[in-house]
């Protein structure tokens, strides 16, 4: 593999001293592209565009010709895993994604294979090797996985939820079978992002996307436990360098110091954090990954600014700081506010 020119953000995720704060954004290859949305339409499908490893590959560089990224993220979705066991992922405009097989009794768990990416998930693997041979050490690539409990919500529902009540429901009437379905899919996830750390993602985030929706006793149990066994299972050095590990529970904000005991190298944080009181919780021990509103990005140049510098100032001194938003960015910004976002945190951070 070719030699990384631009490692500031490997270098922050492991705590050591850098130049100024790296950069990137979830979701930075989307909607509010409008050469993501030509490809999208070329394409077909969104799941079309995810297995199509040319245009899976054009995508994700798309946002680091426009802006000083630093890093890339591979093009997928979270719900490749549920698909490739079988459940019939599908998209529907305007609607999010959607199964036409969910998981709903003792025999669909059972009846769950864990993956096998080299046999299930190729396209993926082969999008990640395309991505760093044409960044050519340009940025690191991210690898990701949604966390167990996350994929178990859109499995047991069939759909994006508002209060996850069968996926609740199992857990508290079920709690025996929810395991079996979450060991499942954390055995998968290691695979997964092992053969994505293989192919060449030279760190990877787990997105726990609705881990914040459980009591304090549920997540310990249903979500992060399941995410520290993922950590436990995943290949730490590769290709001459560390592979850090982030996780990222929105509404996780709780759990801080419970997250860095897995033994992650950075935790993600999401806009309603204040980061000073994150650092002054774990920032001995881990990196921190955001977090600013992705809504600021609608608001004027000054107030986008203003906003990056607070968080900046809320940060302080010392290496650690992965400047992102704290969740993804919305289909509806402007391009040339992004600019300003990503311009906005190298200027307040050069040394």
């Given at each position: ?21 790296p950069v990137w954004m979830m979701r930075q290859a989307g909607r509010y592209l409008p050469e993501y949305r030509a490809v999208r339409t070329q394409a077909g499908d969104f799941m079309s565009l995810c297995k ?205 110091e419970a997250m860095a005991d897995t033994g992650c190298h950075a935790l993600g944080l999401d806009w309603t954090m204040d980061i000073a009181a994150a650092k002054s919780r774990v920032g001995h021990q881990v ?65």
């Amino acid at each position: 593999m070719s030699e990384l020119k631009n490692d500031r953000f490997l270098k922050a995720l492991m705590r050591q001293p850098v130049d100024r704060t790296p950069v990137w954004m979830m979701r930075q290859a989307g909607r509010y592209l409008p050469e993501y949305r030509a490809v999208r339409t070329q394409a077909g499908d969104f799941m079309s565009l995810c297995k199509n490893t040319e245009l899976a590959c054009e995508v994700t560089l798309q946002p680091l010709e426009r802006y000083a990224m630093d890093a890339a993220i591979l093009f997928s979705d979270i719900l490749t895993i549920p698909d490739a066991m079988g459940l019939g992922l599908y998209f529907e405009t305007g609607e999010g994604p959607k199964f036409r097989k969910p998981v709903r009794t003792e025999a669909d768990i059972e009846n769950l294979q864990v993956i096998n990416t080299a046999n299930d998930l190729g396209y993926v693997t082969d999008a990640v090797t395309m991505i760093r041979r044409e960044l050519n050490g340009r940025v690191p690539l991210i690898g990701f996985s949604g966390s167990p409990w996350t994929l178990a919500t859109y499995m047991i529902e069939g759909q994006s939820s508002r209060d996850f009540a069968r996926a609740k429901t199992m857990l508290y009437t079920q709690p025996e079978l929810m395991h079996q379905l979450l060991e499942k899919l954390a055995l998968s996830v290691i695979d997964y992002l092992n053969a994505q750390i293989r192919a060449g993602a030279q760190a990877v985030q787990i997105f726990d996307t609705w881990g914040g929706a459980l009591s304090h006793s549920a997540y310990a149990e249903f979500s992060l436990a399941y995410m520290k066994k993922i950590v436990d299972g995943l290949i730490t050095h590769h290709d001459g360098r560390d592979v850090p590990v982030i996780l990222f529970t929105k509404g996780g904000g709780l759990w801080l110091e419970a997250m860095a005991d897995t033994g992650c190298h950075a935790l993600g944080l999401d806009w309603t954090m204040d980061i000073a009181a994150a650092k002054s919780r774990v920032g001995h021990q881990v990196a921190l990954q955001g977090n600013m509103d992705p809504a600021v990005l609608r608001a004027d140049p000054a107030t986008i600014e203003a906003q990056v510098e607070s968080i900046m100032r809320g940060y302080g001194q010392g290496s650690g700081h992965i400047f992102n938003l704290g969740h993804g960015i919305t289909p509806d910004i402007d391009p040339d506010h992004v600019k300003v976002f990503v311009d906005a945190v190298h200027r307040f951070s050069e040394n």
